[in-house]
């Protein structure tokens, strides 16, 4: 192993440094509501996940985003995920969130989501060096996975950095949206919307996310009456 080695090396640790802000925002939000046994399971093998499927998303880097769309879908479903994230904030006792399963299957959907705009600089770092590139993307493991206790830790001290969190991916999902080759014309025209819609994106995601989380308290509440007058 000669110092270009070591060089790629440290390159795609930076580049996964970078990135792993908002790796570590989605497994904690996925995480949050799990039992404090299973969080550090499912932080662990949520992130073993993403990464796995992130090695082979860089492989397939270079034909994966000749595609049209293709970003703009995944911000789609980006969207969606921070929504649902959002709107399930304080509903603890339902199944579907604290499971285990559950969770680590929306942090690898999400990463590998979120991963489609940045694995191509990676591709590009470790040329045809696969063990450079498989390397450098497990060394990534135990940031993100600091990362992700951090800052679920911070969420359990201030729950409102939920909201920060869901607003985050909101906004990587409107630069996705600007950053698809099927716009890439338009936008060069209209410079403005690379500002705009990224921040349009997260005041969507924690306006929609705000109100389902309300219809859904409203639900919860008044079940819980229903269930008592039963008793009563």
């Not at 994230?85 to 999400?110: M, N, R």
């Not at 911070?154 to 939920?162: G, H, K, N, Q, S």
Request: hydrophobic share 55%; net charge negative; glycine share 10%.
């Amino acid at each position: 192993m000669g110092s270009e080695f070591w060089v790629g090396l440290a390159q795609i640790m930076v580049i996964n440094m970078v990135l792993s802000g908002d790796n570590a925002v989605v497994i904690a939000l996925a995480c949050r509501n799990l039992a404090p046994a299973q969080r550090k399971w499912g932080i662990i093998w949520g992130t073993v996940g993403a990464v796995i499927f992130r090695i082979v998303l860089t492989f397939m880097a270079a034909w994966l985003l000749q595609f049209a769309y293709l970003q703009i879908v995944g911000g789609a479903l980006l969207i969606l995920i921070a929504i649902k994230l959002l709107a399930d904030e304080g509903e603890e006792e339902i199944e579907a969130q604290g499971d285990l399963v559950s969770a680590i299957k929306t942090i690898i959907f999400a990463d590998v989501i979120m991963s489609l705009d940045n694995v191509l600089g990676i591709a590009a770092v470790a040329k045809d060096n696969y063990l450079l590139l498989v390397v450098g993307l497990v060394i990534s493991i135990p940031i993100v996975v600091f990362g992700a206790t951090l800052v679920l830790k911070l969420m359990d001290r201030f729950p409102a950095i939920v909201y920060i969190g869901a607003g985050i991916l909101g906004y990587v999902a409107g630069e996705m949206f600007v950053g698809d080759k099927a716009v890439a014309e338009f936008m060069h025209h209209h410079e403005f919307l690379h500002t705009v819609i990224p921040w349009a994106g997260l005041a969507f995601v924690i306006i929609v996310g705000r109100i389902l989380q309300k219809r859904h308290s409203g639900q919860g509440h008044e079940s819980t009456e229903g269930s008592e007058a039963e008793q009563q």
